[in-house]
């Protein structure tokens, strides 16, 4: 019989020493000058699925001495009988870095100053004595992972002080999460960010922009976010001049290909195949009825290919991003050229108001709305008439939730919960690297305040992107971005307790079982039904380990 596991993990501490050890949740910002306000304490328990990520924060605290090359190292975690172990490629550390968020954002903060968000390379540290400093460290639990408990330890060396050792207890629940998120996820990888940020280093790197692209791909995809939004479809102009190449007469989708292939390889799910652009963006007052005809033509020719490739399913037109009221008749026009070619199409529509979804009923297959606007949208009638649902989340409205950097990590994290509440079937975000001003510096990766500037888009903190560059042409990823991994897998609990409740009433499973089971998928005391949500990071451990232990429990009575 397979068991359930829970990785445990205790902590030698430096109590009444040069420094202390405290245990945090990966679902709290550590600031660095405030007093820590977690846990010391000598154990801490977090648990898995195969195929799953988990974080916590350990947190190196000085007694009241300044603390100089500090490092952290990790050791394979082996199974207790010595039959298997989890090597630590699998274990990953990261410092956590800070950008100094200014004042001038136009909504409310609690604070201004230096934010944790980048997670920087594992490296060496100073700490002062009026300061702490949080070390982000992720558990990965590979798909072969045996059942059965895991032993390790993380080693602390302090150069001007004595070492400390956190000894590590790892398993893992005995069901594995899926390589495709169930949640539908897209995102955009701005050429243009990465073309001007290494611009002065490209050659050096002996890196083109496109290897560089590759590396952002794979990060983005690790967490579970796809870089659908312009692998496929090029920068929003209409007929892309990249990655396809040639002309409408010889087309080329040979790099679109490649790059397709690389993504869905590692679990993209959805991708736009082409833009109808946005006039008033353009200065444009109609679509043309020459780029109409162009655009008629690409899309034949494209849908066609993908159909081939047995894409098409994955694939989105998107129409005029968050047309105003007086484009709606343009949105409906150029909706019907798209169906014209091909019923198959699906019309993708992202709305920031909300009226237009009943406006242009009809005319859209999947209607792109923000979380915070979902109630005011009616879009509840357009599901019902089998429409899918998107959500998303931008600088307009930016009520809460959103992925600024001064909000709660709650916010990013229940996302995908909330995909779940209002049944939507995918969650788009608009850019992960849109750095503008950020010019290329070491100094970025290489020091824990950062230089980074955080209000690249306008004084929205953190807008406009997950990633941040890293050296040699890597991407870092943001503790925002955890954060939407860690929501895209809870989604995909929930999604594997459903399908193991549609095989129970098939096999009969006494109807207390999926009474409870169905409670769970309720969200109930994290997700109210407008909408609301928690603000403890305890009420969302407890939920999911509950819908853990569900999943296993009813997976047993169903084999």
Known sequence: MKTIIFLCISFAIAIGGDYQIGIESSMKKIFLDETFKGEIKDNVEISLAKNEYESFQLVIIPNGKDLKGVKVSIT?????????????????????????????A?????RIGWYPDVLLPNMSFDVTQNEVQPIWITVYAPKTALPGKYTGEVNIHVSNSTPSVVKLS?????????????????????????????????????????????????????????????????????????????????????LMDELLQFAIDRGMNSFVMAYAPNLARGGGKEYSEE???????YLKEVSKHLEEKKWLDMAYVYVFDEAPRNFWPEVKKISRVIKGVNPKLKVFQCLNEPAGVKELSGYVDVWDIYVSQYNASGVIEEQQKGKELWLAVC????????????????????????????????????????????????????????????NTFSNY??????????????????????????????????TILSEKIKEAKKRGVPFATIDESEKLLSLEGVITSKGGYTEKPEDITKLRSKIALQIEKISKLVK
């Open 76 to 104: 394979d975690l082996t199974k207790e009988d010595g039959s298997a172990k989890i090597s630590k490629e699998n274990l990953k550390i990261n410092v956590v870095g800070y950008v100094n968020v200014k004042k001038g």
């Open 106 to 110: 136009p909504y409310y903060v609690e």
């Open 170 to 254: 790892v398993g893992v629940y005995d069901f594995e999460l899926p390589k495709k998120c169930s949640l539908k996820t897209m995102c955009w990888v701005s050429r243009s960010s990465i073309n001007s940020f290494y611009a002065t280093v490209l050659e050096d790197l002996g890196l083109e922009v496109i290897d560089i692209m590759k590396n952002y791909y794979t990060v983005l995809l690790e967490h579970k976010l796809g870089p659908g939004g312009e692998i496929a479809a090029g920068t929003g102009g209409g007929i892309p001049s990249w990655p396809v190449k040639g002309n409408l007469g010889d087309l080329n989708f040979s």
């Open 291 to 297: 780029f109409k005809n162009k655009f008629a033509k």
């Open 395 to 454: 600088v307009y409205p930016f009520d809460r939730p959103n992925v600024f950097i001064e909000y709660s990590v709650i916010d990013v994290r229940i996302l995908p919960w909330l995909c779940w509440h209002y049944k939507a079937s995918g969650f788009e975000y608009w850019c992960a690297n849109s750095w503008a001003n950020n010019a290329y510096s070491e100094e970025i990766w290489s020091k824990i305040k950062t230089p980074w500037k955080p």
């Open 461 to 494: 903190n953190g807008e406009g992107y997950l990633l941040y560059p890293g050296p040699k042409g890597t991407a870092l990823s943001s503790i925002r971005l955890v954060a939407l991994r860690d929501g895209f897998e809870d989604h995909d609990y929930f």
